[in-house]
């Protein structure tokens, strides 16, 4: 389960807090906020990841595929940090 809570600040900044564990079907509630902010206000959204407990392999590809300067992904626990490093690499290997 995934609790998604959105923040807006200054305007400029979506602050998206997540809490819970990202898999492929809690993932598809994560797109419908990226759907509804979708470039056209220009609006930077931040994943707050400070809550996520644990993330599957599928969830951590599609979150390195929508990470740009637009989408920022902070406060990842140690082992998310990890996954998303090796997936994110040519090889998908550490």
Excluded: H, Q, W
């Excluded at 400029?12 to 819970?20: M, N, P, Q, S």
């Excluded at 707050?48 to 599928?58: I, K, L, Q, T």
């Excluded at 595929?65 to 406060?75: F, M, Y």
Aim: with cysteine.
């Amino acid at each position: 389960m995934l609790r998604i809570t959105e923040k807006s600040e200054d305007g400029e900044i979506l602050r998206v807090r997540l809490d819970g564990t990202i898999n492929t079907d809690s993932y598809s509630e994560l797109e419908k906020v990226f759907a509804r902010y979708n470039g056209a206000d220009g609006r930077t959204i931040i994943l707050d990841m400070a809550g996520v407990d644990f993330m599957n392999d599928e969830a951590a590809r599609n979150l390195i595929r929508v990470r740009s300067e637009r989408v920022r992904i902070i406060n990842c626990s140690p082992f998310i940090v990890m996954l998303l490093e090796t997936l994110d690499r040519p090889d998908g290997m550490p």
